[in-house]
């Protein structure tokens, strides 16, 4: 990537982008991590009259969007700049955030003006990732890129669960619309610190006006036999692994009928084990390696759907392993997640960087978002019984999707054969914020 001629580098200007770098991404994972990762989207959607299949769908658009969108974006990111098409994806993501907040004035529109507005958020998120991975080539020194994912991930993290625990606090034990939109809009209101601290960023890459050829891009990346057998892998891996959290979520609200509130502090103690898992994963990787984080993953993840079959009620007991299991679950997801991002980059050669990484990101989100997606279809379609025993248990519906959960984690482990990380060791890679 080229930096910008006008602005030669130097370690000082190096020192304040790289910072402003990662002040961007904190701002920035406030709405991410609120609608993607938390309950209260959850919540609200229930509250304005969308049901299950809607609660859940919308936890899935982000990653569903990276899948069709981030090469595309990364083509057009090479004619605006990477900084403009941040700044212009940042501004319209608070656009469509304030969109959804007033959706419960729509009245019986309510629940399709926010699908709609969370959809444009979407969009705006892939723009912001395609754009993010060759900003951060152009300005963190190579030497320093290990340090400085380390900082930003556990950094933005910490921030975004932060927020949401104080919104837990805020909603009270049953949440109310006003109070919720009042969430939305000051999520959406401090992400405008991620359009002012990129606009500082001044040794990002120039556009190129001839941009980026991406039909032969891909075609390489379709010829790199280890890179598309691990997206592969990913897609199943995570089509059966990451729907869980967000079934949990629904579960609590329409079953267990838990106080809002708490919901909202189990969606925090989610992001407590995932800022716990990001510094150990790499330590994690560099010691065992990716097949052993990933072997690791699996079996944690389908122990952990198993787990939930246990909670069957709203007791103190049940309400303690139900925050247990998910807040491993997130430390399990951010391990994994350095994972893939090692393998990812040890896969990707120097002369398609860009293409291959979103190649392989683009069948990492699409086994993400469709996990998220067929859960919700199989909650809404009525296919699933509401109760049935289990050797004299009774269990529901979300009992089944815990189960079928934990049966397609087992499975994905044949495609482990197919891992390039089970004959050689990754190095460590950069990670989108998110």
């Not at 580098?9 to 961007?24: C, L």
């Amino acid at each position: 990537m080229s930096q910008n001629a006008d602005h030669p580098a130097d370690p000082a200007q190096q020192h304040r982008e790289v910072g402003f770098a990662i002040r961007s991404a904190c701002w920035g994972s406030i709405p991410q991590v609120m609608v993607k990762d938390s309950s209260v989207i959850v919540i609200f959607a229930a509250l304005i009259g969308a049901s299950e299949t809607v609660s859940v769908l919308c936890t899935s658009l982000q990653d569903l969007a990276n899948c069709l969108l981030v090469l595309p974006f990364a083509w057009l990111s090479t004619r605006l700049g990477c900084v403009r098409q941040i700044v212009l994806a940042s501004l319209c993501s608070v656009l469509a955030l304030l969109a959804a907040a007033a959706a419960p004035w729509c009245g019986p529109a309510a629940g399709p003006v926010m699908m709609l507005a969370l959809i444009l958020f979407a969009v705006t998120l892939s723009a912001y990732v395609a754009a993010w991975f060759p900003l951060v080539d152009a300005v963190v020194p190579p030497g320093e890129r290990g340090l400085f994912f380390g900082r930003m991930r556990f950094a933005w993290q910490l921030c975004a669960t932060l927020f949401i625990l104080a919104s837990g606090w805020f909603v009270g034990k049953y949440a109310t619309v006003p109070r919720l939109q009042i969430i939305i809009v000051l999520a959406a209101l401090v992400s405008l610190g991620r359009a002012w601290y990129i606009a500082r960023i001044r040794s990002a890459p120039m556009p190129d006006p001839r941009g980026l050829d991406l039909r032969t891009g891909v075609r390489e990346a379709l010829g790199n036999r280890p890179l598309t057998g691990f997206a592969i892998y990913l897609f199943f891996l995570y089509a059966a692994a990451n729907a869980t959290v967000p079934v949990v979520f629904v579960f609590a609200r329409y079953h267990l009928k838990l106080p809002d509130n708490v919901i909202v502090i189990l969606s925090a103690v989610g992001m407590g084990g995932l800022i716990a898992g990001f510094p150990l994963g790499g330590m994690f990787v560099h010691r065992c390696g990716v097949k052993g984080v990933f072997l690791g993953a699996h079996l944690g993840f389908a122990l952990l759907n198993l787990t939930l079959l246990a909670v069957r009620d709203d007791s103190a007991g049940a309400i303690v392993l139900l925050g247990a299991v998910i807040a491993a679950y997130g430390f399990l997801f951010a391990c994994a997640s350095i994972a893939v991002s090692s393998e990812l980059l040890a896969l990707s050669p120097p002369g398609n960087k860009a293409v291959s990484l979103a190649f392989g990101s683009s069948l990492y989100s699409a086994g993400l978002g469709g996990s998220r997606a067929l859960a919700s279809v199989l909650l809404g379609s009525g296919i699933l019984a509401e109760t049935w025993s289990l050797g004299g248990t009774q269990l529901t519906r979300y009992h089944s999707l815990f189960l079928f959960f934990a049966c397609g984690i087992f499975t994905a482990m044949l495609l482990l054969a197919i891992l390039p990380a089970m004959t050689r060791t990754a190095g460590h890679a950069p990670a989108a914020p998110g």
